[in-house]
């Protein structure tokens, strides 16, 4: 069943709030970047048809956002 609009929203908000413990998790760009990944694809599964566009177009906000840190290792 896919979720609502509201729904979708908190759940892209809580990815992006949760990007700081992500990159702390998984310092390397590669390890980051598939454990953003794998969360939204959690967020993808569920949007409905209507909503399918704005989620994309927002996961890919938060993607080109926070993708580009800085590797600490480096």
């Known amino acids: ?5 509201e729904e979708i929203r ?3 908000t809580g990815l992006e709030a949760d990007v700081p413990r992500l990159h702390k998790a998984y310092p390397y760009p590669a390890m980051f970047m598939d454990a ?3 969360q ?4 993808s599964q ?7 566009a704005w989620a994309s177009r927002e996961i890919d906000r938060i993607m ?3 993708c ?3 590797d600490p290792a480096a």
């Open 1 to 5: 069943m896919a979720a609502k609009h």
């Open 46 to 52: 569920v949007v409905s048809e209507n909503d399918y």
């Open 36 to 38: 953003l990944e794998s």
């Open 40 to 43: 939204a694809d959690i967020i």
């Open 68 to 70: 580009s840190i800085k």
């Open 10 to 12: 908190a759940l892209l």
């Open 64 to 66: 080109t956002t926070y």
